[in-house]
């Protein structure tokens, strides 16, 4: 038994921990903020702005908002990645909604569900997501609260596209 203990920790050591991939620190050490974003603005009201013809596409817009996207995943496979869900509630609904508050839940918020939710992307040089799986690279899971800072745009299928330069997790 005493060998089979020696035996395990031995190639414990040889194995290591393993080194982060480099792709991945890099990202961490572009994006993720440690202090909280200030500035927060609500995802309709972006929404609204970035629709304008004379819209400002390199302003930067903070929001707050947990990773939902209702009924279906919320991450994008294998990039960085997902869709969130503005966590202030519609402006016309009839409530304050709370921390515990899904707007995919409230028959107030579903009403116009589509204003109150936008695609985040982190993208490398060339424009496109990063092919770093979100999850993994900013230890994300559904329905948790996130600040991102980024410029905002809408995309052919009416989507608000927030190109993110910050994120911060909020635990």
């Known amino acids: ?17 393993g080194q982060a991939d480099p792709a991945v620190t890099a990202a961490r050490e ?8 200030q500035g927060e603005v609500k995802i309709p009201d972006i929404r609204k702005a970035a629709s304008a013809e004379d819209a400002d596409k390199a302003k930067l817009w903070v929001i707050r908002a947990k990773i939902n996207a209702g009924e279906f995943p919320p991450f994008a496979d294998g990039l960085a990645s997902f869709i969130v869900t503005d966590a202030f509630g519609t ?3 009839q409530h304050k909604g709370g921390a515990d508050h899904n707007p995919h839940d409230c028959p107030f918020c579903k009403r116009d569900i589509n204003s109150v ?3 985040v992307e982190f993208c490398g040089a060339d424009g496109k997501p990063l092919p770093l799986d979100a999850r993994q690279l900013f230890d994300l899971q ?8 980024g410029t905002a ?6 989507w608000l596209v927030i190109s993110a330069r910050r994120i911060h997790v909020v635990r």
């Open 153 to 158: 745009r809408k995309d052919d299928d009416d």
């Open 91 to 93: 402006d016309d609904a």
């Open 30 to 37: 572009q994006f993720v903020s440690q202090a909280s974003l």
């Open 1 to 17: 038994m005493g060998r089979l203990c020696v035996l395990s920790f031995c190639m414990l050591l040889l194995c290591g921990c």
């Open 117 to 119: 939710m936008a695609r």
């Open 142 to 149: 559904e329905m948790q609260l996130v600040q991102v800072e």
